[in-house]
């Protein structure tokens, strides 16, 4: 694994901040000190947010059964990722000023001629900030590559799906529109849910089921489209709409 010097200092220098104060036992600074390699290993590699098996997870077929749901799960997750990305970089900058103005505070002490016993403790005071405030920093920009592993990862599989979509033939209008495939996408998911009922217990649950199967499957046929929403289903959701069909004749 290759070393990051960055997050190695930002270690470094934390643990050094911290090994000659009380609260820790001498034996356990002396513990983060011989570790500090990994622990700045376990500070850049520990997994933020969602891997991509986990994102591809989120748009599964169960809870996104066609590509346009899946495609606008994807959007959504990634205007979170790119809004998350951008006040992060505003709360980056904004912490880089209060330890730039942590400095100044502590280099205009430096220049005082009359140095009290108050003044001494100002001092170390902002030299323990100004620690923290740079291992917050380093904490930030690791922050900020996973969340633009985010955005990055939401964008592969937008592009998956648009290319599905272009090749079937969807218009870009549509691509774009969510309620252009909302009726698909919820007549799928309340078949599958439908499916799902001889092991539901909760009273309230399975009432919301059955409304939510009873409404798609009217709209499907007051629409003329239950042909054709019939033909996406799989075997699971055909046998749900056959007693969906008896029951709500």
Request: net charge negative.
């Amino acid at each position: 694994m290759t070393k990051d010097l960055v997050a190695l200092n930002a270690v470094t220098d934390i643990v050094e901040a911290v090994r000659g104060l009380p609260v820790i036992k001498k034996e356990d600074a002396n513990f983060l000190i011989e570790h500090k390699e990994h622990l700045a290993a376990v500070l850049e590699n520990s997994q933020m947010w969602r891997t991509d098996t986990q994102k591809r997870s989120i748009i599964s077929d169960l809870n996104c059964p066609t590509a346009h749901s899946k495609f606008h799960q994807a959007i959504l997750e990634q205007k979170v990722q790119f809004d998350q990305t951008m006040y992060l970089a505003k709360d980056f900058e904004m912490k880089k000023l209060d330890m730039e103005e942590l400095e100044c505070d502590l280099e205009e002490l430096g220049n005082v001629t009359d140095y009290s016993k108050r003044d001494e403790i100002i001092s170390k005071k902002l030299q323990i900030d100004i620690q923290f405030k740079q291992y917050e920093l380093k904490q930030m920009q690791t922050a900020m590559n996973y969340r633009m592993a985010e955005v990055k990862g939401w964008q592969e599989l937008q592009e998956e799906l648009l290319t599905f979509m272009r090749s079937e033939k969807v218009s870009e209008e549509d691509i774009w529109s969510k309620d252009a495939g909302e009726n698909s996408a919820m007549f799928l998911t309340a078949l599958s849910n439908y499916a799902s009922l001889p092991s539901l217990k909760d009273s309230g649950e399975i009432h919301n089921v059955n409304s939510l199967a009873q409404f798609v499957y009217r709209q499907a046929k007051q629409s003329g489209k239950l042909k054709y929403l019939k033909g996406l289903c799989n075997s699971v959701q055909l046998k749900a709409l056959e007693d969906i069909e008896i029951k709500f004749k």
